[in-house]
């Protein structure tokens, strides 16, 4: 039998993991409006929306796999 966690444990954890999210999301964010920005521009360039879809799509997982520092 494992030990669980108090409730007071289980509030902290959940506090910490509400403020990574939270981070996560504030350093995430100009990444996702630039991919937007991208498939607009190609949209509007003659691209068609699947074609800027997948552009974008590409570009922001080499981003964000670049600014996490994974290969």
Partial sequence: MTDQPNLD????M???LSTALMTMAEQLA???????GMRA???T??????????????WLCTA????????
């Fill in 9 to 12: 444990e289980l509030a902290r």
């Fill in 14 to 16: 959940r506090a910490d």
């Fill in 30 to 36: 100009p990444l996702f409006d630039a991919a937007d």
């Fill in 41 to 43: 521009e190609l949209a």
């Fill in 45 to 58: 360039r003659g691209y068609s929306p699947e074609s800027a879809e997948q552009v974008a799509t590409v």
């Fill in 64 to 71: 964000m796999t670049t600014m996490g520092g994974t290969q």
